[in-house]
């Protein structure tokens, strides 16, 4: 049987070539439905929505109105080893519960600290903990819908 050289993806419509999907041997040309990249965003958001209850739409949102910097220290993403990650409200879930984005660094001890000894925040972090940037938009995807 002869394999076409390209496919378009369902996910994304873009014609493709086939080393840029992955093997799925149960489908009649050998090839996954989605292309690779899409395999990733659809499992990025899959990880979101189950650790966090948001979309990859609003952690992206968040990325693009935090500028790609920590929310907190202002420090670019670029500057450190892993990417930004969500800042919930303990014991909260979705996108009512998130307070931004923060570096490693931040949201590993900063913010916990602060939490903890509130004669030490000052105002920019008061503000910070009461802020809701997920509340004020509206998403087709709310991302509550497990
Ligand atoms: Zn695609
Ligand atoms: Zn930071």
Known sequence: MIFRKTKICSMCQKRKSRDRFGANKSRKDGLQFY?????QL?????KLKYKFGITLIQYLYLYFLQKGCCALCG???KFFKH?????HV??????D????LLCGPCNGWLLPMLEKVPALQNVLVQKYLKNRP???????DNGNDE
Do not use: Q, T, W, Y
Request: hydrophobic share 35%; with cysteine.
């Open 35 to 39: 292309c690779k990249i899409c395999v």
């Open 42 to 46: 659809s499992d990025r958001n899959d």
């Open 75 to 77: 420090i670019a993403e």
């Open 83 to 87: 990417k930004l990650g969500v800042d």
């Open 90 to 95: 303990h014991g909260e879930r979705g996108p």
């Open 97 to 100: 519960a998130v307070r931004g």
């Open 134 to 140: 997920l509340c004020r938009v509206v998403f087709l």
